[in-house]
């Protein structure tokens, strides 16, 4: 209900004392705060009244949408009890299925960053290596198998050491998840950007830029933050970029590491 002269809004609590709001022609207020103990206290707030119609429109439009709600009848269902856990845990089939959902998860090994990675199923032989291509943003995909296969074995041996140093050095030694402007460097790197003139690009230019570029350290707070940039900070990009680019050179020259592969070129980071 609106509040108008004669009209007055009252809110009362459970201790007794209440609180009334009180409303004149003008747009000013009276509040009047009458507590059960000889205290009160008087208190003068411009345009309350207009602020009171509003949350009172509010209101209104709230309880029209929650009046248009279909009722809902409460339904029973029948939850777990513990009897139905133990049958579960002995049933044979349950048990087969939880051990092959356990046994994929733990034959099942990755890593990689910035969509730099692989993914490979040992106990299938399986796998999926990705590395950046010719273009900024573009990866180069082979999915194989290294069953029956020593040359993608082997191949993947190296893979792994060059992408397991890369994650190592971004995640781990650069600590790129607790500083969120790692990325900029990332993505500069991954876009092939041009970031100093006749250095090269991608992580083979920043290697090079890292070594014999003396503003580099700037540029890499460029690329960061000055904050994050540091020289230690500096050389353990220099040594994940170059994990990175030992990877790449694989897949550049795919048919000299893999046999019997599926390739494709996707988009990503």
């Known amino acids: 209900m609106p509040v108008t002269p004669g009209n007055p809004l009252v809110l009362e609590f459970d201790d007794g004392s209440s609180i009334i709001y009180t409303a004149e022609v003008v747009p000013n207020m009276s509040v009047e705060r009458n507590m059960t103990s000889s205290n009160k206290v008087n208190l003068r707030l411009g345009k309350t009244y207009t602020y009171l119609k509003l949350a009172y429109a509010k209101l209104t439009l709230i309880e029209g949408y929650v009046a248009k709600l279909p009722e809902v009848v409460p339904q029973k269902a029948q939850g777990l009890k513990k009897a139905d856990l133990e049958k579960l845990k002995n049933d044979p089939e349950a048990k ?4 092959a ?8 090994e990755m890593a990689g960053a910035y969509d730099n990675y692989y993914n490979h199923d040992t106990n299938t032989g399986w796998f999926r290596v990705q590395t950046l ?3 900024g943003h573009m990866y180069l995909r082979y999915d194989g198998s290294t069953s029956g296969s020593s040359k993608n074995a082997n191949s993947m041996t ?3 050491t060059s992408i397991n140093g890369f994650d190592n050095y971004v995640n781990q030694y650069m600590q790129a998840p607790q500083w969120p402007e790692v990325v900029g460097w990332g993505s500069t790197i991954m876009g092939l950007i041009t970031i100093v003139a006749g250095y090269g690009t991608g992580p083979a230019g920043w290697v090079t830029i890292a070594l014999y570029y003396g503003g580099a350290l700037s540029t890499f707070a460029g690329l960061t933050s000055t904050v994050y940039a540091t020289v230690s900070r500096l050389d353990l990009s220099r040594v994940a970029a170059q994990y990175c680019e030992n990877a790449r050179v694989m897949n550049f020259n795919g048919g000299a590491y893999w046999e019997n592969t599926t390739f494709s070129v996707v988009n990503g980071f």
């Open 158 to 160: 190296q893979f792994k």
């Open 101 to 108: 959902l356990s046994n994929a998860a733990a034959s099942m």
């Open 133 to 135: 291509g010719a273009e």
């Open 96 to 99: 087969k299925a939880f051990s």
